[in-house]
Nanobody
Framework: QLQLVESGGGLVQPGGSLSLSCTASGFTTTIGWFRQAPGKEREGVSCIPYLGRTYNVDSVKGRFTMSRDATKNSATLEMKNLKPEDTAIYYC????????????????WGRGTQVIVSS
């Protein structure tokens, strides 16, 4: 089981930006971010398979950009124009499914990092 180290997150005003980073202890087919808001189920936000297209949930399209550095087993989620509804705990995740964000087939989870969007 891979170990995941997350960084980033914090408190930001609506319309602001934040960046989340995740580094895995080894190679993974797919790396991505899930989030869980208070009282809601965890959802896949953005995932990048080693080969294939990046997935972004509809609510973040045009605002969040995920990139991957396969040589470093790391990924970054750039979040812009943040909204209060983006407030959640964000979890880095890795797995072998190329559709991990949709099917939820995660092999390892990060500890999570809090993102709060509030004025």
């Amino acid at each position: 089981q891979l170990q995941l180290v997350e960084s980033g997150g914090g408190l930001v005003q609506p319309g602001g930006s934040l960046s989340l980073s995740c580094t895995a202890s080894g190679f993974t087919t797919t790396i991505g971010w899930f989030r869980q808001a208070p009282g809601k189920e965890r959802e896949g936000v953005s995932c990048i398979p080693y080969l294939g297209r990046t997935y972004n949930v509809d609510s973040v399209k045009g605002r969040f950009t995920m990139s991957r550095d396969a040589t470093k087993n790391s990924a970054t989620l750039e979040m812009k124009n943040l909204k209060p509804e983006d407030t959640a705990i964000y979890y880095c995740a890795v797995g072998t499914s190329r559709n991990m964000c949709v099917d939820g087939r995660v092999s390892s989870w990060g500890r999570g990092t809090q993102v709060i969007v509030s004025s």
